[in-house]
């Protein structure tokens, strides 16, 4: 299976200030296709999981563009640019390019 | 809008069986496939089951392959998944989610099983 390692677990962060999340995966996510299949999640307290980015960098529907994804092959970032109080709670990456797909551990925003 | 609402969830004594649904409107339930992600307390998302649209292909993850069995009812606009011979590491907040495009585009708001004598 594939292991998905997010750091940091926790970032405590300043309203306005940016924060970043990094996802490696133990092997490339790029399917046979040609995409790569790595999202982002949010999940805020008490909330279901809700689809932030897709296929590396693309914003879903209604999602603020203070969120941006990057990367390629194993390794992946999300960025906030500037932290608003919304922001709190927990974000998984994803990956649904091999079977069983897997999550990360999860890592939860704070403010400080 | 895309709505979808997960019923089904309780409490169960191990080695018993439960039956999760997952009701959809707002999309052609037909022609997307569904899957089920669970939460357990305080803990992460673990991916559970994957069906397409026709419910032709299945896949599972493999703590749960052999025991819960995923199945959807397209007139219904229903999607289940059946779990058998449960266990305490089974108690979880279980979600269903619409394999769109883009993947786990929309979510439900999640059932609560909880798996004790």
């Known amino acids: 299976d594939i292991v998905m390692t997010q750091t940091p677990l926790s970032s405590p962060v300043t309203l306005g200030q940016p924060a970043s999340i990094s996802c490696r995966s133990s092997?490339?996510?790029?399917?046979?296709?040609?995409?790569?299949?790595l999202s982002w999640l949010q999940q805020r307290p008490g909330q279901p999981p809700r689809l932030l980015i897709y296929?590396?960098?693309n914003r879903f529907s209604g999602v603020p563009d203070r969120f941006s994804g990057s990367g390629a092959g194993t390794d992946f970032t999300l960025k906030i640019s500037r932290v608003e109080a919304e922001d709190v709670g927990v974000y998984y990456c994803?990956?649904?390019?091999?079977?069983?797909?897997?999550f990360g551990q999860g890592t939860k925003v704070e403010i400080k | 809008q895309v709505q979808l609402v997960e019923s089904g969830g309780g409490v169960v004594q191990p080695g018993r069986s439960l039956r999760l649904s997952c009701t959809a409107s707002?999309?052609?339930?037909?022609?997307?496939?569904m899957l089920w992600v669970r939460q357990a307390p305080g803990k992460g998302l673990e991916w559970v089951a994957i069906?397409?649209?026709?419910?032709?292909?299945?896949y599972y993850a493999d703590s749960v392959k052999g025991r819960f069995t995923i199945s959807r009812d397209n007139s219904k606009n229903t999607l289940y998944l059946q779990m058998n011979s449960l266990r305490a590491e089974d108690t979880a907040v279980y979600y269903c989610?619409?394999?769109?495009?883009?993947?786990?585009?929309?979510w439900g708001q999640g059932t609560l099983v909880t798996v004790s004598s």
């Open positions: 989610a619409k394999d769109g495009d883009p993947k786990f585009d929309y």
């Open positions: 092997q490339s996510l790029v399917h046979s296709n040609g995409n790569t299949y």
């Open positions: 707002g999309f052609t339930f037909s022609s997307f496939g």
């Open positions: 296929k590396i960098s």
């Open positions: 069906i397409s649209s026709d419910g032709g292909e299945k």
């Open positions: 994803m990956q649904a390019t091999h079977f069983p797909w897997t």
